[in-house]
Nanobody
Framework: QVQFVESGGGLVQPGGSLRLSCAAS????????IGWFRQAPGKEREEVSC????????WYGDSVKGRFTISRDNAKNTMYLQMISLKPEDTAVYYC?????????????????????WGQGIQVTVSS
């Protein structure tokens, strides 16, 4: 059974940092493309970042470019989203996702419909 456990969210002041973790079980994460999404109240889901299965490519949304970094630790079967210089507009529920259907090697997928499994979501609040 595929499962994710997300952790690392919480309340942080503007300019602060957080690292979100998404531990996978039931499958081997390093074989697949992964992504992070977020959804703020009253807004549509937005993709934040993705990395291809071969880690040949990464992608970041314009709003987080230069501040967020996606990565994975294959030994721990865990994916991460390091967030620095956080802004109030980064406040949202963050979701990890993975694509297990056949993928193009080296391709980073930037739409939620292209992912198959999702974490439960974790709240990130940036406020003073």
């Amino acid at each position: 059974q595929v499962q994710f456990v997300e952790s690392g969210g919480g309340l942080v002041q503007p300019g602060g940092s957080l690292r979100l973790s998404c531990a996978a079980s039931g499958f081997t994460l390093d074989h697949y493309a992964i992504g992070w999404f977020r959804q703020a109240p009253g807004k549509e889901r937005e993709e934040v970042s993705c990395i291809s299965s071969s880690e040949g490519s990464t992608w970041y949304g314009d709003s987080v470019k230069g501040r967020f970094t996606i990565s994975r630790d294959n030994a721990k079967n865990t994916m991460y989203l390091q967030m620095i210089s956080l802004k109030p507009e980064d406040t949202a529920v963050y979701y990890c996702a993975t694509r297990v259907r056949p993928s193009i090697i080296g391709r980073c997928y930037t739409s939620g419909e292209e992912y198959d499994y999702w974490g439960q979501g974790i709240q990130v609040t940036v406020s003073s």
